[in-house]
């Protein structure tokens, strides 16, 4: 396998109290870089300081969007042991994302090496105030200085990790859900199954509207006919609906969540109905008006879970459970937390030791 060169700091930060965290805030002592370069590949892996990066500003990332991204984190163990959580997971979806935005393959498992390498230099970094981990960002960005639309021919792969605070500090808190009912975030056949920037960039309209009326987040429908439900910002969404819990299919425009394998993966386990598929809205109406809508939660690596306490469509206003995490929420949190901080056995293989 390829080296990696490593250059330690002669300058290490002082690190941020683990209570004033929040999330993104600050950054490690040292980053992972890679090149691209058309006729030569990947090359020169390299683990340096956490510095600025120089771009020409005709660098095409900035003028057409071509870039790609993950989200994974670093956790400590009560024995002071750092872990990670389906990292193989993540770089696959990363070569998934890739092929989309016709951006060349990485080796995954030379991504994975570094990655163990660049979390063990910054191993004091993870913090260990309950709650709290290393959030872990690869990414891929368009290099070549060119306003010409086509492939970029040069490319750069980095990670960068951030010590980032507990996402539930007073408790796990229900959040409020708004159904978008004019804009969409991705249809079939366009880049709603990538992690790249420009979902990102499309669906901010939609968190600005929420915002406005008190609602923390927007849920997005799908872009064909406006009634089949997608996914929530950056989680994807589950519906526990007269015992059993369903979560729309993967039906080509929406983020194939690791958190949403995990749920289904635990649910089965645990021998509860779990039903991939797809859901309309009126669906969901319908069920809170005949009493069978038990629980609503969204999933992602940045919450876990996210309980949903209120969802507004039109007219409807919605309140689930009255407002409070359901069982299955609670049970799937507990699970899926337990293993990633080492507390639950994995059954699974999900955690890989750094
Ligand atoms: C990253 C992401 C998710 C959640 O994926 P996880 O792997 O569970 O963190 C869901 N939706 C969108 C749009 C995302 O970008």
């Not at 002669?10 to 992972?32: I, Q, W």
Request: negative net charge.
């Amino acid at each position: 396998m390829t080296e990696i060169k490593i250059e330690l700091t002669k300058n290490p930060k002082e690190k941020p109290s683990e209570d004033s965290l929040g999330f993104g805030h600050y950054f490690t002592d040292h980053m992972f870089i890679m090149d691209y370069t058309e006729g030569k590949g990947w090359h020169d892996p390299r683990i340096v300081p956490y510095q600025p990066i120089t771009l020409e500003p005709s660098s095409m990332v900035f003028h057409y969007g071509q870039t790609v991204f993950e989200g994974l984190k670093a956790y400590r163990t009560a024995d002071g042991e750092v872990q990670l959580f389906r990292p193989d997971a993540n770089f696959k979806r990363l070569n998934h994302s890739n092929e989309r935005l016709v951006i060349p393959a990485v080796d995954e498992e030379l991504a994975l090496e570094a990655l163990k390498k660049l979390v063990d230099i910054d191993r004091d970094w993870v913090p260990s105030a309950p709650g709290t981990s290393l959030y872990i960002r690869p990414f891929i960005i368009a290099t070549e200085p060119f306003l010409g639309v086509h492939p970029s021919r040069n490319y750069l792969f980095m990670i960068i990790m951030s010590p980032s605070g507990s996402y539930y500090k007073g408790g796990i808190d229900p959040v409020k859900i708004m159904v978008e009912e004019r804009f969409v975030r991705a249809v079939v056949g366009g880049t709603g199954e990538a992690k790249t920037g420009g979902n990102y960039a499309s669906s901010l309209i939609g968190q600005v509207i929420a915002e406005e009326q008190g609602y923390a987040q927007t849920l997005w429908l799908d872009g064909k006919e406006n009634r089949y439900i997608e996914e929530v910002g950056s989680m994807n969404i589950f519906f526990k609906i007269n015992g059993t819990v369903i979560t729309p299919a993967l039906t080509g425009s929406i983020l194939p969540g690791i958190t949403r394998d995990s749920m289904i993966k635990v649910l089965k386990s645990k021998n509860i109905p779990v039903e991939e598929r797809r859901i309309t809205i009126e669906e969901v109406v319908e069920a809170s008006q005949n009493g069978t809508l038990e629980e609503v939660f969204g999933t992602g690596t940045a919450a876990v879970i996210s309980p949903v306490g209120e969802l507004k469509y039109l007219d409807h206003k919605i309140i689930i459970n009255d407002g409070k995490i359901g069982e299955v929420s609670q049970m799937l949190y507990d699970t899926l937390t337990g293993i990633q901080y080492g507390k639950l056995e994995d059954p699974f293989g999900w955690i890989v030791r750094v």
